[in-house]
């Protein structure tokens, strides 16, 4: 039996509002708790991969507390976490998560090449070192990271506009919004963006983002 098949056999019946005031989660939290172990039952990689950041646990940290809690040992298992670590190391080679900086930007009059020469501006890519972290260290690096740029290019960023929030896409279609001082506002799914290319003699030579690049928020 796996370990997520073991979680879900233990918490059939049982009242994950009770569970997550046992962790030790405020009134207000407990709904958020209870998500999240949700996602431990549901989702491929138990949660491992998706960065959830509630100031009191990390992916793997909620984990081994949830499975301290029912009274499930982890020994037996680590050799199965560590498999999907390894699985989500890979993926997150393949794909490169980067910062996406928002300001709103609608197209009016602007010339698109202009546009394609500052589109790199919008985008900060997280090395490879940053890329290979847990979760939670990323958030952390990307905290510092979104404060730093506010403050070096004085919350403006050229033609794009005013900065008005940071949005971390850590996989192809997951992100989480910061605000300029690296708070996170919430998770949400990344929207695709309409996009404008420059071609020469049928070849595409850049990608220009028109609209805004907004994750869904409800």
């Known amino acids: ?44 990689y138990l949660g491992l991969g998706k960065g959830r950041f509630d100031f009191k646990y990390s992916d793997e940290g909620f984990l081994r507390a949830l499975c301290e809690l029912v009274g499930l040992g982890l020994e037996t298992y680590e050799d199965e976490i560590a498999g999907l670590r390894r699985e989500l190391d890979e993926r997150r080679q393949v794909f490169k998560s980067y910062v996406f900086v928002d300001t709103g930007f609608q197209r009016t009059t602007e010339p698109v090449f202009v546009l394609a020469l500052s589109e790199s501006r919008r985008r900060i890519y997280l090395d490879a070192d940053t890329r290979m972290l847990p979760m939670d260290q990323q958030v952390s690096c990307v905290q510092k990271m979104v404060r730093d740029h506010f403050e070096a290019c004085k919350g403006t960023l050229g033609i794009w506009g005013n900065i008005r929030r940071y949005l971390f896409v850590y996989e192809e279609n997951e992100q989480l919004i910061l605000t300029p001082d690296g708070i996170i506002v919430r998770e949400t799914v990344k929207e695709e963006a309409v996009c404008a290319q420059l071609s020469s003699k049928g070849k595409v030579l850049s990608g220009v983002l028109l609209y805004n690049h907004a994750g869904n928020e409800g």
């Open 1 to 44: 039996m796996t370990l997520q098949q073991e979680l879900q056999l233990r918490l059939a019946n049982v009242d994950r509002r009770e569970i997550a005031q046992l962790m030790g989660y405020r009134p207000h939290r407990i709904d958020k708790c209870v998500e999240r172990i949700q996602l431990q039952l549901t989702d491929p």
